[in-house]
């Protein structure tokens, strides 16, 4: 037994390079590779977070693609992996549809290239033995554009640690996603 | 001091759905973020694959834009990633450029959603250890559309174990070279 763990890709309130609140726009792959990942390391959902109607219409779109359309007959694995992705209109809704499903209020996690100030970051050794057992739902937002905004770094519960390179700091969020839910769930 | 360390991701000889040799086409998004990854995780190198002459003139055509044209003043962090990113028209001419370069023959590892039958699998650990230290250059590679054709696994000297999910793996291309990397070159 393992806490629901669910991840979100954040598309508002996001920071452009300056830092300002911007809405970026969803990405097709984003919304598969999120997916794949997410499904692959058991999570429960994958929300696709946009305030704006017209975007969440393009991820239904793609979902029904996927889901019921031809894409479901040729390549059935993503199926499997879009069916546990979303889109909703702010990470606010996101929480409250968890909290319905499960029962319980989820603890709010961030991830970030740069922790924000003042906030103190756990290990992945205890990210990781947090997940485990019994306790409520976990949501983890994943930012694009520039980063998650203040106004979401501020609420969190507990903040990853950036995934440290060589000197470089630049992943992809296709790829910062994949590695955080390894070092929280995968096995070797 | 650790042993030089390449990737590549390979559009031919790779499996279509049957099996059958194909050659996939360059996807802009994988050129991003595989030497994203690669940057991120010290790699020396990386090589973008493909026979067909226009497809490696559209990966100089982006790296063109990335390296030297406008996008390099847009996003000077992108410039260091592309800078080590290299078409080339076949894994063996990359193991020769590779030899040139560093003056040994490269180890050739594989990755591979399913090992090929009649291979032995190197653990995680092991991999990870036999980077480290002196030695030859060692050159990862990544198959694009149904995964490397037997003609490339055959002449593996290592295969690297699949990413083991919770009952499913289907994961981008992006993704398991991210998590590949991580788990060969990451620090915590």
Known sequence: MSRALHCALVHHPVKNRDGDVVASAITNVDVHDL?????????????????????????????????????????????????????????DAALDAIAAEAGARPELWITAAKPPPGKS????????ARLEGEGAPVLILFGTAHGLHP??????????????????????????????????????
């Open 121 to 128: 970051v756990i290990s992945w050794d205890t990210a990781r």
């Open 35 to 91: 997916a794949r990942s997410a499904r692959t390391f058991g999570l429960t959902g994958y929300w696709v977070v946009s305030p704006i109607a017209a975007q969440r219409l393009l991820v239904e779109r793609i979902l029904e693609h996927w889901r019921t359309g031809s894409g479901s007959r040729r390549v059935p694995e993503r199926t499997l992996a879009l069916s546990i992705c979303r889109p909703i209109e702010s990470v």
């Open 151 to 188: 106004l979401l770094t501020d609420r969190a519960d507990a903040v990853l640690p950036p995934i440290e390179g060589h000197g470089y700091n630049h992943l992809s969020v296709r790829a910062a996603a994949a590695i955080t839910l390894d070092r929280l769930r995968g096995t070797r």
